[in-house]
């Protein structure tokens, strides 16, 4: 098969934008007089650009058979590629404006190998960009092809976002840190800049969490308008053992991701979004790391009751019902978070004297209080869950994100144990699996739990891969029987 | 020290379990099979708590020199623009620096150990921090041998264990003769086809 047509017409439009640089640099140079000058230079790098295109569009071909993706590209050095289509992690499906106007999509197959994505089509028609998101998905399911078409129309619905939601998500975007560090700093800072200007307008300053506030707003409007470019229309549906999403206001994205090729499943709520009983929901399949944002994300933002309940439909795990790190381990926040004040109130009482501006540095001692109550935010957002068939793990305040992390995908374990932790008897379980972690950051971690805890916890985990793996051995035995004794009486008859 | 040297079946679940091994098929899917026993029964394969090579000591001292000269010679200069001081402090602060990391190499040796178990490679390291790793022989991507220039001047090899989590080559055990690194390597290949592993991720 070969690409669509139109986007030889495309591509070369892309390729002059990319060196669209070039233009301005001969526009400000002026090496031609006038306008004539830079529109023939577009003209003529289209034409050239398009001479390419036709050529790449003629040497490229991909054929799609029963097991596997065969791509033979390349104008000057050729590439032939098979892609088993077992292997295929998610296929994605976007189109921007253009290739919107034009009709044309284009398609990324991730594989877990390699840094990037493993094949993209640039562009093929929609309704083929279709077919072959359906057809791969049909194949790595084992199915034989082209039974009944139009699978899509038997997709469960699972979620739609709505307008109330869209709106809620840029307010959530917003990086609460940002507020906590911007009232602080601008208060130290006040006495100074008052004193640098002595401007009555700048009285405003003393204010500074009204400052903080404005700045807050001013994210919060970006983010907002970011979310709903991005998450415009959100939906997420479920088909026979995968899962579908679509998204975007301007540039639609669409995609498919497997059922068994999901790792993890994480769901995270920040401060914002927890006080106002919202959460999102990711869906973690081993990739190359975090090329879209949001690629992964099954659900941008839903009431929480409601994005566990989904993520219990893809993975079966029971109630959450966490066990916190002993108490020892918020002795530790505190100590850790009291000595960073003081170093702060040490720092800019030094920055007081040393230089002639003057800083309330005593405002700085606001932080000192603050230690202890947020060991014990650290200390209570912590938890685990040890349940029959997964580890749930969950850590974090400013963003809560609680790991859903089957035995089955873990690839190591550890627990380590720093001299600090030694002290109060504490370690760090880690459990390693081949998601991304794209969205959440960082492994699945049980952080500061007990010593003992942790080497039982550790050995635990690795006894249930093994036993899952044991489990699913014999499945697919008694799988393999039994699909030979049914064939073996129609051989007889 | 640790009560998890005793093996992989200590847990509380060992009664459920069943090894993830099976006997590999002597049909020539492991092709190569060196300085192992003969196929068929991998717990030949699998091994008591070992150390390191007490050789490695001298090749993380060695290691730890150039960084205490370039700490020292930055120190140095630091004190040699600066009114105060001399620029002998910068010897002073390398030597230091030196006996630290000759320390922590001595350290690091003896807090390091390795086990081929039944079902998974279980390593023990770190002297700052203490880290226990079980990389199960299912999740082995590939297995390499590597040997680095000072390894190699003091007949030193390391065995790198590639798995498809995010910590990528975390599983590496220096410290190896090249003949024990060769036949760990062998040892992990057979080990890890035996498990039989799906898609490995």
Known sequence: ?????????????????????????????????????????????????????????????????????????????????EIPVGRVQNVDVSRNVVQRLFGIAEIRLETAGGS????????????????????????????????????????????????????????????????SLLTVVLTVLAPSLQERFADPLLGLVITAPLAAVAVVGLTASVSGALAVTNYYGFRLSRGADELHYERGLLQRFSGTI??????????????????????????????????????????????????????????????LEFERPPGRARQRYAVRYGAVAALVVLGVFAADRATTLPFAWYAAAVLLPAAPVAAHLKWANLGYDVQPEYVVLREGFWTRTTTVVPYYRVQTVLDSRTVFQRRRDLATLVVDTAGTSGLTGGQPRALDIDAERAADLRRTVADRLQAELARRRDERRRERIRSIESAAPDAAA | MDTDADGATDGPFDDALTPAVRAVPDDGTVEGGVAGPGPGDVTELTGPRRTLDPGIQVVWVLKGVVPSLVLGGIVGVAFALLPVGSPGVGAAVALVAFVLS????????????????????????????????????????????????????????????????????????????????????????????????????
């Open chain 1, 116 to 179: 990037s994505t493993e094949a993209s089509l640039k562009c093929v028609s929609l309704a083929e960009a279709r077919r072959l998101q359906e057809e791969i998905g049909r194949l790595t399911r084992g199915e034989q092809s082209a039974d009944a078409p139009a699978t899509d129309r038997e997709r469960e619905g699972l979620f739609a976002i709505t307008p109330k939601e869209l709106a809620l998500l840029g307010v959530v975007g917003v990086d609460l840190r940002l507020l």
């Open chain 1, 258 to 319: 497997p059922m068994e090729k999901v790792q993890t499943l994480a769901v995270s709520e920040n401060a914002i979004a927890r006080r106002l009983g919202y959460a999102s929901l990711a869906v973690e399949t081993a990739g190359p790391a975090a090329g879209d944002a949001g690629q992964q994300s099954a659900i941008p933002l839903a009431e929480r009751d409601r994005v566990v309940e989904l993520a219990r439909s893809v993975a079966a795990f029971d109630r």
């Open chain 1, 1 to 81: 098969m070969k690409l669509d047509p139109l986007s030889i017409p495309y591509r070369a439009g892309e390729s002059v934008l990319r060196l669209a640089w070039l233009l301005v640099v001969l526009v400000v140079g002026s090496a031609f007089e006038g306008a004539a000058g830079p529109a023939f230079v577009v003209v003529g790098g289209f034409v050239v650009a398009a001479a390419y295109q036709v050529v790449y569009y003629q040497r490229f071909e991909y054929e799609l058979t029963h097991d596997s993706l065969d791509i033979a590209s390349g104008v000057v050095s050729r590439r032939n590629r």
């Open chain 2, 102 to 201: 000759a320390v922590l190499s001595v350290l690091r040796y003896r807090s390091w150990a390795y086990e081929v178990r039944e079902d998974s490679l279980y390593l023990e390291r770190g002297v700052i921090t203490h880290v226990r790793t079980v990389a199960p022989y299912v999740r082995i991507q590939h297995v390499d041998a590597s040997r680095g220039p000072i390894e190699r001047a003091f007949g030193l090899a390391s065995t790198v264990v590639y798995t498809a989590g995010s910590r990528g080559a975390d599983v590496s055990i220096p410290g190896l003769s090249p003949a024990d690194a060769e036949d760990l390597q062998a040892r992990l290949k057979r080990l890890a086809i035996a498990a039989e592993g799906e898609d490995a991720v």
